[in-house]
């Protein structure tokens, strides 16, 4: 059974960083899309970033273009999101997801399986 957990959210401060690790199990990471999605308060889930097991690239929605990096550690079966410069509309439940299938499908289409989430809240 292939688990993801997710950890690194938290409370920061507007323009500060958070780095969000999703450690999964029962699956090898290199065979494996992973992506980062965020539900905030309210509002309907939107993705956020996917990393590819395959030349299909990443993928960053535009609201985190140029502030989130999305990384993988196959070894660790573990994938990254580096976020910089939060905003208060970044406040959100973040999940990460997998599959076998590439971001360019998984991403819009939907994963198999998904972690409990972490929070993060941007707040002065």
């Known amino acids: 059974q292939v688990q993801l957990v997710e950890s690194g959210g938290g409370l920061v401060q507007p323009g500060g960083s958070l780095r969000l690790s999703c450690v999964i199990s029962g699956a090898d990471l290199y065979y494996y899309s992973v992506g980062w999605f965020r539900r905030a308060p309210g509002k309907e889930r939107e993705g956020v970033s996917c990393t590819s097991n395959s030349d299909d690239g990443t993928v960053y929605a535009d609201s985190v273009k140029g502030r989130f990096t999305i990384s993988r550690d196959n070894d660790k079966n573990t994938v990254y999101l580096q976020m910089n410069d939060l905003q208060l509309e970044d406040t959100a439940d973040y999940y990460c997801?997998?599959?076998?299938?590439?971001?360019?499908?998984?991403?819009?289409?939907?994963?198999?399986?998904w972690g409990e989430g972490t929070l993060v809240t941007v707040s002065s």
């Open positions: 997801a997998t599959d076998q299938t590439p971001c360019s499908w998984s991403y819009y289409n939907g994963f198999d399986f």
